[in-house]
Nanobody, 121 residues
Framework: QVQLVESGGGLVQPGGSLRLSCAAS????????IGWFRQAPGKEREGVSC????????YYADSVKGRFTISRDNAKNTVYLQMNSLKPEDTAVYYCATQWGCPPTGAGGAWGQGTQVTVSS
């Protein structure tokens, strides 16, 4: 069964850090680009980061550039999103999804169930 599972979300104070994980089962993650998306209540889904399958090139939305870092560990079949200097506007449910390339479009692919990130004092 093809499955993506996100973890690592939680409540953090502004300026804090979290590392999200996206673990795959049932397929090999390194065949795909992997995108991270987020959706806050009342807002459209936003593609925040992506890592390609071919050369490991990365993409970041302007809203997170310089604060978030995406990486992949093919041996663990997992992609990570390190989030530093978090802001209240980063509060959202974060999803990972397989993509055919970067930047992430959100079209098609397998999706995880999401993990909640809340940035608040």
């Amino acid at each position: 069964q093809v499955q993506l599972v996100e973890s690592g979300g939680g409540l953090v104070q502004p300026g804090g850090s979290l590392r999200l994980s996206c673990a795959a089962s049932g397929f090999t993650l390194d065949y795909y680009a992997i995108g991270w998306f987020r959706q806050a209540p009342g807002k459209e889904r936003e593609g925040v980061s992506c890592i390609s399958s071919s050369d490991g090139s990365t993409y970041y939305a302007d809203s997170v550039k310089g604060r978030f870092t995406i990486s992949r560990d093919n041996a663990k079949n997992t992609v990570y999103l390190q989030m530093n200097s978090l802001k209240p506007e980063d509060t959202a449910v974060y999803y990972c999804a397989t993509q055919w390339g970067c930047p992430p479009t959100g079209a098609g692919g397998a999706w995880g169930q999401g993990t909640q990130v809340t940035v608040s004092s």
